[in-house]
């Protein structure tokens, strides 16, 4: 299994009065092409579990990825397997590196460094990226602050899906693009996990977008999985029928508005 997770539990202000249990005995686990849509309402879980996954809260539980645990690796070392996409596009790139310099320092992010990669990941990357229409191959000596936010956010996925990633995490990553972009970064995001073959797990509150993309929807309801839908059973799936059954779980404003 690409993602394997048994018995998360995540627990904030712990021995207080605002103690907080906002992951009780998940367990999860991705088939090697999943790509699941993650609903629910605030507080629901769902960033803290993908902030989970990335070691960036403390938890109980196992987590492995191909196999292998990961509970004691460190932050850094998770993010040379994980790929992550944030809701700002500020916050994926370094804003006044070029793009061509961002994607190198994804390089060494990752752990690869050889001059003689550098010149053939480059040409790749530009023909690529020339594929997905958006003019981002001309844009490769601009700073990353030139490029708009959907651009951004599509470069910081070309990065976050590159050198063999073992997963793809996106955490809102549409919810700041006026609509019109958020749906191209969606067939986009759709386009490259297809193509990479990378399992990913996206956050969203936007019940259309996952409904219509990925291959399997999740729910969460206070910290667990209450709903599991994939497949031809998920393609069949209509608006009506998931908020017939779980509006009170999904009573958000922004998410029923969609």
């Keep these: 299994m690409p993602l394997d997770i048994h018995n998360l539990n995540v627990d904030f202000n712990v021995g207080s009065i605002n103690e907080k249990h906002v992951i009780r005995g998940l367990n999860l686990t991705l088939d090697a092409h999943d790509f699941v849509c993650v609903l629910g309402s605030n507080g629901a879980g ?33 993010t040379r397997h994980i790929g992550i996409v944030y809701q700002d596009p500020l916050k994926g790139t370094a804003p006044n590196l070029t793009v061509e310099e961002n994607l ?54 070309y990065m976050a899906t590159s050198f063999d990633a073992e997963l793809l995490l996106l955490d809102e990553h549409t919810a700041a693009l006026d609509p019109s972009t958020a749906e191209k970064v969606m067939q986009i995001t759709q386009d490259i996990v297809t193509s990479k073959g990378v399992p990913a797990l996206m956050v969203t509150h936007n019940l259309d977008f996952a409904l219509a993309y990925g291959n399997r929807l999740i729910v969460l309801n206070q910290g667990n999985v209450v709903f599991d839908v994939r497949g031809k059973e998920k393609e069949a799936l209509t608006r009506e029928q998931l908020l017939s059954s779980y509006a009170s779980v999904l009573s958000d404003r922004a998410l029923l508005q969609n």
């Design 104 to 157: 190198l320092l994804s390089m060494r992010t990752k752990g690869i460094a050889r001059r003689a990669d550098t010149k053939a990941f480059l040409l790749k990357a530009k023909e690529e990226l020339a594929k997905l229409g958006l003019g981002i191959e001309n844009s490769f000596k601009l700073p990353c602050n030139n490029l708009s936010g959907g651009m951004r956010q599509v470069v910081t996925l």
């Design 46 to 78: 769902k960033s803290t579990l993908l902030n989970a996954i990335l070691g960036q809260v403390p938890y109980s539980g196992s987590i492995a990825l191909n196999g292998v645990a990961i509970d004691k690796w460190p932050q850094h070392k998770r």
